[in-house]
């Protein structure tokens, strides 16, 4: 049974460019969470896709988007990188069809991204 | 973006000692969680907490649930070197939606 999975795992970007990062999630997972967590702190939360629909956002600019397909699978986009992009993207699944308490979060171990 | 405060920051301790860390907010939550994070890897769910008062174990690890639900503490019994990393709680408001982090606590474990 796979969990989420990430890719690329490293990325190295300059300023300005668009960078493009994918998840896959844990098998029987149907919502996606995005989540950057800069260095020596804890994930900060970016936006969370169910039914192929953001579904809340945290507090990041529209450079950052994102998608979710129709087997659950996401996209993160981040467009005019900035020095201050470089980060830790966190990739987190769960279950949320039918639920009311809050599902748990299962992380990927995440893309790398440099941007110099 | 908004934070929970945890500490301590980090610990250094001797194997087989017991630790604790803790994390309080300003806000209620509804559900508390702790994390592990190892290095190049995601962090890995340890324990949920879903009610207030809720003390629940995973093994050595013991966490609760603080009756005014803005609070939560981890023990951790008989330390290892295995259990070296980072460690996060993070708390939910809503039935569903996004995890407030806190900045993690250290944990060195001396042989």
């Known amino acids: 049974d796979a969990g989420v999975t990430q890719s690329p795992t490293h990325l190295i970007k300059t300023r300005g460019q668009q960078v493009t990062l994918r998840c896959s999630p844990k098998?029987?997972?149907?919502?996606v969470s995005w989540y950057q967590q800069a260095l020596g702190q804890g994930p900060q939360f970016i936006f969370q896709y169910y039914e192929e629909e953001e579904r809340q956002r945290g507090n990041f600019p529209d450079r950052f988007s994102g998608h979710q397909f129709p087997n659950y699978s996401s996209e993160l986009n981040v467009n005019a990188l900035l020095l201050g992009d470089s980060a830790l993207y966190l990739c987190?699944?769960?279950?949320?069809?039918?639920?009311?308490?809050?599902?748990?979060?299962?992380f990927g171990n995440g893309t790398r991204l440099t941007v110099t | 973006g908004q934070q929970l405060n945890q500490s301590p920051q980090s610990m250094f301790i001797q194997e087989g000692e017991d630790v604790s860390m803790n994390c309080t907010s300003s806000?209620?939550?509804?559900?508390w969680l702790w994390y592990k994070q190892e290095p190049g890897e995601g962090p890995v769910l340890l324990i949920a907490?879903?009610?207030?008062?809720e003390l629940t174990s995973n093994g050595r690890l013991t966490a609760q649930f603080g009756i005014t639900r803005k609070d939560s503490f981890l023990n951790i019994s008989a330390s290892i070197p295995s259990d070296v990393g980072i460690y996060f709680c993070?708390?939910?408001?809503?039935?569903?939606?996004?995890?407030?982090f806190g900045k993690g606590t250290k944990l060195s474990v001396k042989p």
């Open positions: 987190a699944s769960s279950h949320n069809r039918g639920r009311r308490r809050f599902s748990p979060l299962h």
């Open positions: 993070a708390g939910n408001g809503g039935s569903q939606g996004n995890l407030i």
């Open positions: 907490l879903y009610k207030a008062g």
């Open positions: 806000s209620i939550f509804n559900t």
């Open positions: 098998s029987g997972h149907d919502t």
